[in-house]
């Protein structure tokens, strides 16, 4: 189990490439719901940059790698002097950790907590991360502002949107804040990715 969870972990990260840069467009060209259509289409996807985790009693920053495509979720995270701290792989509902105690199949989020230390949302993160909402799941404070701070609570957790930048002809933030009364979860993302792309270029951002 831990060699096969390995390397499809190697073989996610070694397929993946930047999502192509393309010129700014104008405020005037801009539209938010030809924006989430065509962020939406993009079914494979992933990040790379730092995510901040803070709860009651506990705080830590770290690495992050997340690649999606239709079917699974993988996590890695690491920190420069230890290495990876876990890899995190979620499908159909079915959860997978490699941490250094082994690897572990979890039954729910509940687990996730004992095993890793924190839990988090990953079925609404992957939706709120691409400064989409969750479907069919109720949305308050909604503002509707891009290219500015975005802020709306859903589930029970209040999400806070910013710095969005232009890719591929759409706009996705790269500063995501997800809080709820027990866990604070900061993710700044240094790069978007895409797999079956290998191209490689940066992001336009704009204030």
């Known amino acids: 189990m831990k060699v096969l969870v390995v390397?499809?972990?190697?073989?996610?990260?070694?397929?993946?490439a930047s999502?192509?840069?393309?010129?700014?467009?104008?405020?005037?060209?801009?539209?938010?719901?030809?924006?989430?259509i065509n962020v939406s289409a993009q079914r494979n996807w992933g990040?790379?940059?730092?995510?901040?985790?803070?709860?009651e009693n506990n705080a830590w920053l770290a690495n992050i790698d997340w690649q999606?495509?239709?079917?699974?979720?993988?996590?890695?995270?690491?920190?420069?002097?230890?290495?990876?701290?876990?890899?995190?792989?979620?499908?159909?509902?079915?959860?997978i950790v490699e941490t250094q105690d082994g690897v572990q199949v979890l039954k729910n989020n509940d687990e996730?907590?004992?095993?890793?230390?924190?839990?988090?949302?990953?079925?609404?993160?992957?939706?709120?991360a691409r400064g989409l909402v969750v479907p069919n799941v109720e949305l308050l404070n909604d503002t509707g502002l891009v290219k500015e701070r975005r802020e709306f609570e859903q589930a029970g957790w209040r999400v806070q949107l910013?710095?969005?930048r232009e890719v591929s002809d759409i706009w996705l933030p790269h500063s995501v804040s997800v809080k709820n009364k027990r866990l604070n979860i900061k993710l700044?993302?240094?790069?978007?990715?895409?797999?079956?792309?290998?191209?490689?270029?940066?992001?336009h951002e704009t204030e």
Do not use: M
């Open 7 to 16: 390397s499809f972990l190697l073989l996610q990260l070694s397929a993946c």
């Open 19 to 36: 999502l192509v840069n393309k010129q700014s467009s104008s405020s005037s060209d801009f539209s938010q719901v030809n924006n989430n």
């Open 47 to 55: 990040v790379v940059g730092r995510v901040s985790i803070k709860q």
């Open 68 to 95: 999606h495509d239709e079917v699974v979720d993988e996590l890695v995270i690491s920190a420069s002097l230890s290495g990876v701290l876990a890899n995190i792989r979620y499908q159909e509902k079915q959860i």
């Open 112 to 128: 996730l907590q004992r095993v890793v230390g924190f839990n988090p949302p990953i079925n609404y993160l992957k939706y709120w």
């Open 162 to 164: 910013s710095k969005y």
């Open 188 to 203: 700044a993302i240094e790069q978007w990715l895409k797999s079956v792309s290998y191209t490689h270029l940066r992001a």
